[in-house]
Protein backbone atom coordinates (compact mmCIF):
# COMPACT_ATOMS: atom_id res chain seq x y z
CA UNK A 1 0.00 0.00 0.00
CA UNK A 2 1.89 3.23 -1.41
CA UNK A 3 1.50 5.92 1.14
CA UNK A 4 2.71 8.13 3.45
CA UNK A 5 1.91 6.82 7.55
CA UNK A 6 3.33 8.22 10.79
CA UNK A 7 2.93 6.99 14.25
CA UNK A 8 1.48 7.09 16.65
CA UNK A 9 -1.71 8.02 15.80
CA UNK A 10 -2.56 9.56 18.90
CA UNK A 11 0.11 10.58 21.77
CA UNK A 12 -1.43 12.09 25.09
CA UNK A 13 1.59 13.21 27.44
CA UNK A 14 2.21 15.27 30.54
CA UNK A 15 4.51 18.45 30.12
CA UNK A 16 7.95 18.15 30.06
CA UNK A 17 8.34 14.99 28.46
CA UNK A 18 10.44 14.53 25.15
CA UNK A 19 8.21 12.00 22.20
CA UNK A 20 9.33 11.72 19.35
CA UNK A 21 6.52 11.14 15.88
CA UNK A 22 7.38 8.91 13.04
CA UNK A 23 7.15 9.29 9.63
CA UNK A 24 7.71 6.93 6.08
CA UNK A 25 6.84 7.52 2.71
CA UNK A 26 7.30 4.72 0.01
CA UNK A 27 6.49 6.51 -2.69
CA UNK A 28 10.33 7.54 -3.95
CA UNK A 29 9.75 11.07 -2.91
CA UNK A 30 12.72 13.12 -1.95
CA UNK A 31 11.34 15.61 -0.82
CA UNK A 32 9.10 15.27 2.57
CA UNK A 33 7.30 17.58 5.16
CA UNK A 34 6.25 18.45 8.90
CA UNK A 35 3.23 20.70 9.14
CA UNK A 36 1.33 21.44 12.18
CA UNK A 37 -2.73 21.79 12.28
CA UNK A 38 -3.35 23.95 15.94
CA UNK A 39 -6.91 23.57 16.99
CA UNK A 40 -8.02 26.74 15.13
CA UNK A 41 -7.29 24.11 12.01
CA UNK A 42 -4.54 26.52 10.80
CA UNK A 43 -2.11 24.91 8.96
CA UNK A 44 1.50 25.92 9.22
CA UNK A 45 4.88 24.78 7.40
CA UNK A 46 7.47 23.62 10.22
CA UNK A 47 10.37 21.47 8.32
CA UNK A 48 11.18 20.48 4.81
CA UNK A 49 14.06 18.13 3.88
CA UNK A 50 15.47 17.22 0.71
CA UNK A 51 17.20 14.10 -0.02
CA UNK A 52 17.74 13.99 3.66
CA UNK A 53 19.15 17.41 3.78
CA UNK A 54 17.13 20.20 6.15
CA UNK A 55 16.22 22.86 3.57
CA UNK A 56 13.04 24.82 5.49
CA UNK A 57 12.88 25.40 9.76
CA UNK A 58 9.91 28.22 10.00
CA UNK A 59 11.00 29.45 12.76
CA UNK A 60 10.26 26.69 15.28
CA UNK A 61 11.65 26.07 18.95
CA UNK A 62 14.97 24.53 19.13
CA UNK A 63 12.96 22.26 21.08
CA UNK A 64 11.79 20.45 17.89
CA UNK A 65 14.14 18.60 16.29
CA UNK A 66 13.72 16.58 12.70
CA UNK A 67 15.88 13.47 11.74
CA UNK A 68 16.35 12.32 8.57
CA UNK A 69 17.93 8.61 8.90
CA UNK A 70 17.17 7.90 4.88
CA UNK A 71 14.84 9.84 2.31
CA UNK A 72 12.32 7.75 2.94
CA UNK A 73 11.88 8.97 6.47
CA UNK A 74 11.58 12.08 8.65
CA UNK A 75 10.97 11.59 12.33
CA UNK A 76 10.20 14.50 14.49
CA UNK A 77 11.37 14.76 17.88
CA UNK A 78 10.42 17.05 20.53
CA UNK A 79 11.91 17.58 24.34
CA UNK A 80 10.52 19.98 27.22
CA UNK A 81 6.57 19.39 25.85
CA UNK A 82 4.86 22.07 26.41
CA UNK A 83 0.89 22.89 26.85
CA UNK A 84 0.95 25.42 23.56
CA UNK A 85 2.52 22.11 21.21
CA UNK A 86 -0.48 20.50 21.98
CA UNK A 87 -1.73 20.39 17.78
CA UNK A 88 -2.19 17.57 15.06
CA UNK A 89 1.55 17.30 13.38
CA UNK A 90 1.60 15.86 9.61
CA UNK A 91 4.03 14.45 7.56
CA UNK A 92 4.12 15.21 4.02
CA UNK A 93 5.80 14.22 0.57
CA UNK A 94 6.33 15.74 -2.44
CA UNK A 95 7.98 13.88 -5.59
CA UNK A 96 10.42 16.93 -6.44
CA UNK A 97 10.84 20.14 -5.77
CA UNK A 98 8.55 23.22 -7.40
CA UNK A 99 5.30 23.95 -7.62
CA UNK A 100 3.87 20.55 -6.89
CA UNK A 101 0.93 18.85 -4.54
CA UNK A 102 2.50 17.14 -1.02
CA UNK A 103 0.27 13.69 -0.21
CA UNK A 104 -0.11 13.82 3.72
CA UNK A 105 0.07 11.33 6.24
CA UNK A 106 -2.94 10.83 8.62
CA UNK A 107 -1.76 13.08 11.40
CA UNK A 108 -0.33 12.63 14.81
CA UNK A 109 -2.80 14.20 17.14
CA UNK A 110 -0.41 15.11 20.12
CA UNK A 111 -1.86 15.84 23.55
CA UNK A 112 0.22 17.76 26.45
CA UNK A 113 -1.63 17.39 29.71
CA UNK B 1 4.05 38.60 0.21
CA UNK B 2 3.10 35.58 -1.40
CA UNK B 3 -0.16 34.23 0.38
CA UNK B 4 -3.79 32.70 0.36
CA UNK B 5 -6.57 34.12 2.25
CA UNK B 6 -9.88 32.19 2.74
CA UNK B 7 -12.40 34.65 4.41
CA UNK B 8 -15.07 32.06 5.65
CA UNK B 9 -14.16 29.89 8.20
CA UNK B 10 -17.49 28.26 8.02
CA UNK B 11 -19.85 28.31 5.51
CA UNK B 12 -23.53 26.18 6.10
CA UNK B 13 -25.43 25.11 3.32
CA UNK B 14 -28.76 23.06 3.04
CA UNK B 15 -28.94 19.47 0.76
CA UNK B 16 -28.71 20.45 -2.98
CA UNK B 17 -27.77 23.77 -2.46
CA UNK B 18 -24.76 25.42 -4.57
CA UNK B 19 -21.46 25.55 -2.91
CA UNK B 20 -18.81 28.72 -3.69
CA UNK B 21 -15.92 28.64 -1.23
CA UNK B 22 -13.54 31.43 -1.65
CA UNK B 23 -10.00 31.19 -2.63
CA UNK B 24 -7.81 34.82 -2.85
CA UNK B 25 -4.20 34.77 -3.89
CA UNK B 26 -1.55 36.79 -3.46
CA UNK B 27 1.58 35.85 -6.11
CA UNK B 28 3.66 37.16 -8.54
CA UNK B 29 3.57 35.48 -11.71
CA UNK B 30 1.43 32.68 -12.95
CA UNK B 31 0.69 30.43 -9.73
CA UNK B 32 -0.33 26.53 -9.47
CA UNK B 33 -3.18 26.30 -7.08
CA UNK B 34 -4.43 23.09 -5.13
CA UNK B 35 -7.71 22.83 -3.30
CA UNK B 36 -6.88 20.39 -0.64
CA UNK B 37 -9.95 18.68 1.54
CA UNK B 38 -9.76 16.98 5.08
CA UNK B 39 -12.81 15.04 6.36
CA UNK B 40 -13.45 14.81 10.20
CA UNK B 41 -10.51 13.90 11.88
CA UNK B 42 -8.72 11.82 8.22
CA UNK B 43 -5.47 13.55 6.18
CA UNK B 44 -5.84 16.01 4.25
CA UNK B 45 -6.60 14.61 0.40
CA UNK B 46 -5.96 16.62 -3.11
CA UNK B 47 -9.01 17.48 -4.30
CA UNK B 48 -7.93 19.63 -7.35
CA UNK B 49 -5.34 21.26 -8.78
CA UNK B 50 -6.05 24.03 -11.51
CA UNK B 51 -3.57 22.92 -14.25
CA UNK B 52 -5.19 19.61 -14.94
CA UNK B 53 -8.81 21.53 -15.03
CA UNK B 54 -10.70 18.44 -13.87
CA UNK B 55 -14.07 17.97 -12.01
CA UNK B 56 -13.50 15.77 -8.87
CA UNK B 57 -16.71 14.54 -6.87
CA UNK B 58 -18.50 17.57 -8.94
CA UNK B 59 -16.27 19.77 -7.62
CA UNK B 60 -14.53 22.59 -9.46
CA UNK B 61 -12.32 25.89 -9.80
CA UNK B 62 -11.38 28.09 -12.00
CA UNK B 63 -8.36 30.26 -11.72
CA UNK B 64 -9.36 33.97 -12.05
CA UNK B 65 -6.37 36.00 -12.77
CA UNK B 66 -7.60 39.63 -12.90
CA UNK B 67 -9.38 38.53 -9.61
CA UNK B 68 -6.64 37.03 -7.89
CA UNK B 69 -8.80 34.17 -7.58
CA UNK B 70 -9.54 30.06 -7.39
CA UNK B 71 -12.74 29.55 -5.96
CA UNK B 72 -14.14 26.02 -5.52
CA UNK B 73 -17.69 25.46 -6.19
CA UNK B 74 -20.51 22.38 -6.93
CA UNK B 75 -23.59 22.76 -8.17
CA UNK B 76 -25.56 20.93 -5.46
CA UNK B 77 -24.07 20.08 -2.31
CA UNK B 78 -24.29 16.32 -0.52
CA UNK B 79 -24.59 15.55 3.08
CA UNK B 80 -20.77 14.00 2.52
CA UNK B 81 -19.00 17.03 1.09
CA UNK B 82 -18.96 18.25 4.72
CA UNK B 83 -15.39 18.68 5.62
CA UNK B 84 -12.68 21.00 5.81
CA UNK B 85 -11.36 23.04 2.71
CA UNK B 86 -8.53 24.80 2.42
CA UNK B 87 -6.74 26.62 -0.88
CA UNK B 88 -3.15 25.70 -1.20
CA UNK B 89 -0.33 27.68 -3.27
CA UNK B 90 3.39 26.47 -3.51
CA UNK B 91 5.41 29.05 -2.58
CA UNK B 92 9.16 29.15 -2.68
CA UNK B 93 11.89 27.86 -5.31
CA UNK B 94 13.74 24.72 -6.02
CA UNK B 95 14.19 22.24 -2.55
CA UNK B 96 12.84 25.42 -0.74
CA UNK B 97 9.16 25.44 -2.00
CA UNK B 98 6.23 24.57 -0.02
CA UNK B 99 2.95 24.40 0.11
CA UNK B 100 1.25 27.74 2.06
CA UNK B 101 -2.31 27.29 3.15
CA UNK B 102 -5.24 29.46 3.50
CA UNK B 103 -6.86 29.50 6.82
CA UNK B 104 -9.67 26.94 5.31
CA UNK B 105 -13.26 27.14 5.30
CA UNK B 106 -15.33 24.24 7.46
CA UNK B 107 -18.24 23.52 5.22
CA UNK B 108 -21.27 22.18 6.62
CA UNK B 109 -24.28 20.47 4.44
CA UNK B 110 -27.24 20.22 6.26
CA UNK B 111 -30.46 18.23 5.88
Known amino acids: DTAVSQTPKYLVTQMGNDKSIKCEQN?????MYWYKQDSKKFLKIMFS???????INETVPNRFSPKSPDKAHLNLHINSLELGDSAVYFC????????????FGQGTRLTVV | AQRVTQPEKLLSVFKGAPVELKCNYS??????LFWYVQYSRQRLQLLLR??SRESIKGFTADLNKGETSFHLKKPFAQEEDSAMYYC?????????????FGTGTRLQVTL
Open chain 1, 92 to 103: ASSPREGNTEAF
Open chain 1, 27 to 31: LGHDT
Open chain 1, 49 to 55: YNNKELI
Open chain 2, 27 to 32: YSGSPE
Open chain 2, 50 to 51: HI
Open chain 2, 88 to 100: ALPTGAGPASKLT
